[in-house]
């Protein structure tokens, strides 16, 4: 099987690399379009800036390629919010794969939100094997609002989003490569599904 990482600069890629390398599986980091295409699955993280790593993904031609992809895509973090609608972060429009909105938390809570909070209302085959009300890491400032492509919320603020799936696409907010033994479970039900 092959797996692809997108490497496009705005990435957490050696930890999800390594989490893979845990579960027997081996990953190429890639911003190649032939490479991203023949994979059998795909990987799109992100960490940083929402316009920023809009840029970066315009200036490759990834913007135009991760929406027509056919093969799994999981989006995670910053990945996840770049595959919705638009961002309140850096005024952004994402890849529109998502038909939802990215919001920044009030100034009612800590931001950015670090560290481990509840996943709810699962709702996947990506959530085999995990229980109602598992703890996952997450580090973010903005958050999807929920919506009808919602598979698992966390209440922070307001309750959002924590995982998204429509056709051949996930999305998570949460870390699984920093999640303990439940967030390596979740990408081993995404590469072996």
């Known amino acids: 099987m092959k797996i692809v990482i ?3 600069g705005a990435g957490n ?3 999800i690399k390594f989490a893979i390398q845990r579960l027997g599986f081996e990953a190429v980091l890639s911003h190649n379009v032939e490479e991203i295409l023949q994979a059998d699955k795909v990987i799109f993280p992100g960490v940083g800036e929402a316009s920023s790593a809009m840029k970066m993904l315009k200036e ?3 913007d135009q390629l991760i929406p027509q992809l056919k093969q799994p895509v999981l989006g995670i973090c910053l990945g996840m919010q770049l595959m919705c609608q638009h961002s309140e972060e850096g005024d952004t429009n ?8 990215v919001k920044r938390f009030s100034n009612q809570v800590k931001v950015p939100q670090i560290g481990w909070n509840q996943i709810s209302k699962l709702k996947s085959d990506l959530f085999n094997g995990i229980k109602e009300d598992e703890f996952m890491y997450l580090v973010h400032s903005f958050y999807a609002e929920k919506c009808s492509e919602m598979i698992a919320e966390t209440t922070y603020d307001v309750p959002y989003v924590s995982a998204l799936q429509k056709d051949n696409f996930y999305g998570v907010q949460f870390h699984p490569e920093k999640s303990s033994n439940a967030g390596e479970k979740i990408l081993e039900n995404f590469l072996t599904s």
């Open 13 to 15: 890629i050696q930890s």
């Open 94 to 101: 994402g890849l529109g794969i998502f038909h939802v909105k």
């Open 6 to 8: 997108i490497n496009y």
């Open 60 to 62: 490759t031609g990834l």
